[in-house]
T-cell receptor, first 105, second 114 residues
Framework: GEDVEQSLFLSVREGDSSVINCTYTDSSSTYLYWYKQEPGAGLQLLTYIFSNMDMKQDQRLTVLLNKKDKHLSLRIADTQTGDSAIYFCARGPTFGRGTSLIVHP | DAGVTQSPTHLIKTRGQQVTLRCSPKSGHDTVSWYQQALGQGPQFIFQYYEEEERQRGNFPDRFSGHQFPNYSSELNVNALLLGDSALYLC?????????????FGSGTRLTVV
């Protein structure tokens, strides 16, 4: 099976919070990442967290890491239509398949 | 300050041919990683170069090879192209010596094998 797994789709209403989840199997990497990819564009690093941290907040973004359950989440507060994109979770160099976030009015 | 630059942006090759893709890292970065992203999939790690040597490698055959030059730029070579090699090839740069600040990705090279 894949090292990093994500649900494929998430649909939210504009202004609501979005929570994108990710699970991983290998704990060896020090860093876990969230990337954003808009259509036709490369990947943009949104944030990363060290494996010795539980939480990291950066403006509208909150990352939670549950090391026991090997679960990583990205919360986007006050989601906007411009947040519509594919979000990738990565453990070291290994990426998940991406979660397509659709924000509707 | 230029980010990661990849060339060419698009490429069409015939099955069995060889291809070379190029990447210039972000200024101040010394490490280059290459990824293959098939349609609808996440990027798959090919390999990483630092100090002109391959440091890590993903699950890709020997047909995929690379090189890093003294100015930190890098090339990805793929021999004996297969139809399944059609994908977006992404280059990402980062810094070891300058302290880790995350990976910066280029916009990629779209390779189509016919």
């Amino acid at each position: 099976g894949e090292d990093v797994e994500q649900s494929l789709f998430l649909s939210v209403r504009e202004g609501d919070s979005s929570v994108i989840n990710c699970t991983y199997t290998d704990s060896s990497s020090t860093y876990l990442y969230w990337y954003k990819q808009e259509p036709g564009a490369g990947l943009q690093l949104l944030t990363y967290i060290f494996s010795n941290m539980d939480m990291k907040q950066d403006q509208r973004l909150t990352v939670l890491l549950n090391k026991k359950d090997k679960h990583l989440s990205l919360r986007i507060a006050d989601t906007q239509t411009g947040d519509s994109a594919i979000y990738f979770c990565a453990r070291g160099p290994t990426f998940g398949r991406g979660t397509s976030l659709i924000v509707h009015p | 300050d230029a980010g990661v630059t990849q060339s060419p942006t698009h490429l069409i090759k015939t099955r069995g041919q060889q291809v070379t893709l190029r990447c210039s890292p972000k200024s101040g970065h010394d490490t280059v990683s290459w990824y293959q992203q098939a349609l609808g999939q996440g990027p798959q790690f090919i390999f990483q170069y630092y100090e002109e040597e391959e440091r890590q490698r993903g699950n890709f055959p020997d047909r995929f090879s690379g090189h890093q030059f003294p100015n930190y730029s890098s090339e990805l070579n793929v021999n004996a192209l297969l139809l399944g090699d059609s994908a977006l090839y992404l280059c990402a740069s980062s810094s070891v010596l300058g302290g880790f600040s995350g990976y910066t990705f280029g916009s990629g090279t779209r390779l189509t094998v016919v």
